[in-house]
Each structure stands twice: as C-alpha cells, then as structure tokens.
Nanobody, 126 residues
Framework: QVQLVESGGGLVQAGGSLRLSCAASGLTFDTYAMGWFRQAPGKEREFVAAITTSGGNTLYQHSVKGRFTISRDNAKNTVYLQMNSLKPEDTAVYYC???????????????????WGQGTQVTVSS
C-alpha cells in the first residue's frame, strides 16, 4: 500500500537544472525522514541527500552540497530534490526513500530506509 513515486528526471546538459519530486502515499508522511539516493551503472547505490521529518535538518553527500537542495512539503506528502549545476557524474537513477522513526538517525545508509520508489533516470550530457 505504501508507494513512493518519483518524477522529474530526464536529459539535461551539463550546468543545467532539474527538480525531482517524490509523492508518497500509504504512510504517515510527516513521521518519516526522507532521502534521495542514486545509482549509476556499475556502481553501488549511494546517498545523495536526506531531510528530517519537519524539514528542520538536511544532509548532503559532499559532491552535491551547494548544488542540490532537498525539501519537503508535508501537506502534499512530497519531497523534492532541486538539482542545479548538474555534472555528467550526476547521471544515475535517482530513488527516493522513506525512513521510519524506528530506523534511527543514520540517514546516510540505505539500510533503514523502509520504502523505496522505482527511480527516475537523470542523464547529464557534456
């Protein structure tokens, strides 16, 4: 019943921007921290960004800090990832994930995120 549906991916030139959205349903959204992960071909799925339940704290992978912004709108059960100054190395499938309050505070690890979306492809051309 829990669903996370990503949207907003696509093809963009280096230096461009995309905004990803993740619409959640079937869970009490404002009790879940939310995260974005990405997986490039041949690479492990890696942490990108996370946001706490009320949006009061955000975390970023070092390579995207200053370029990406995670936000959430609890009234809309939606989390966003604004991606600016995109680089070819940002090319990956991007997944949103929900972390329950029982999973602790290790937001960097994919372990503990209870629910995952199906992903949206982001391709950055040079």
């Amino acid at each position: 019943q829990v669903q996370l549906v990503e949207s907003g991916g696509g093809l963009v030139q280096a230096g461009g921007s995309l905004r990803l959205s993740c619409a959640a349903s079937g869970l009490t959204f404002d009790t879940y921290a939310m995260g974005w992960f990405r997986q490039a071909p041949g690479k492990e799925r890696e942490f990108v960004a996370a946001i706490t339940t009320s949006g009061g704290n955000t975390l970023y992978q070092h390579s995207v800090k200053g370029r990406f912004t995670i936000s959430r709108d609890n009234a809309k059960n939606t989390v966003y990832l604004q991606m600016n100054s995109l680089k070819p190395e940002d090319t990956a499938v991007y997944y949103c994930a929900a972390r329950s309050p029982y999973s602790g505070t290790n937001y960097y690890s994919k372990i503990g995120y209870n629910y995952w979306g199906q992903g949206t492809q982001v391709t950055v051309s040079s």
